[in-house]
């Protein structure tokens, strides 16, 4: 499931392509949330934790592309148990603000989105 490159056969260098396909998925912005409501690194089993309705392998897949990507950096001790600790990379904190404006104006429009939703359903 983890893919080195995302590549659209039409416009291989679309960078709003390659990007938004990217962390338009249903787990990436609360991932990358969650990890910057932190003020250290994560455990991966405390990202499980705080996100509870996703399954392992879509937190592992999520942060495989992330690491792919440059967002997330991931830190391995050899240690026993083996421990595992994820942070945001510094591109991944200048794509945050962008991220909370998206956030700030669904929390200002999702009323009225709903509102609309109901009133279009209900014209079918």
Not at 9 to 16: A, D, G, K, R
Not at 51 to 60: E, N, V, W, Y
């Amino acid at each position: 499931m983890f893919k080195s490159t995302i590549i659209d056969p039409v416009f291989p260098n679309c960078p709003i392509r390659n990007v938004l396909s990217r962390i338009s998925d249903r787990w990436t912005i609360l991932i990358m949330l969650t990890l910057e409501g932190e003020d250290k690194p994560m455990r991966y089993s405390d990202l499980l934790s705080k996100i509870p309705d996703i399954s392992q392998k879509m937190l592992t897949v999520a942060l495989r592309n992330f690491e792919a990507d440059g967002l997330v950096f991931r830190q391995a001790y050899a240690e026993i148990p083996p421990r595992v600790e994820y942070s945001l990379t510094e591109r991944a904190r200048t794509l945050l603000p962008h991220i909370s404006s998206l956030v700030n104006w669904a929390a200002e429009n999702l009323d009225d989105i709903l509102k609309d939703r109901q009133a279009f359903a209900s014209r079918k």
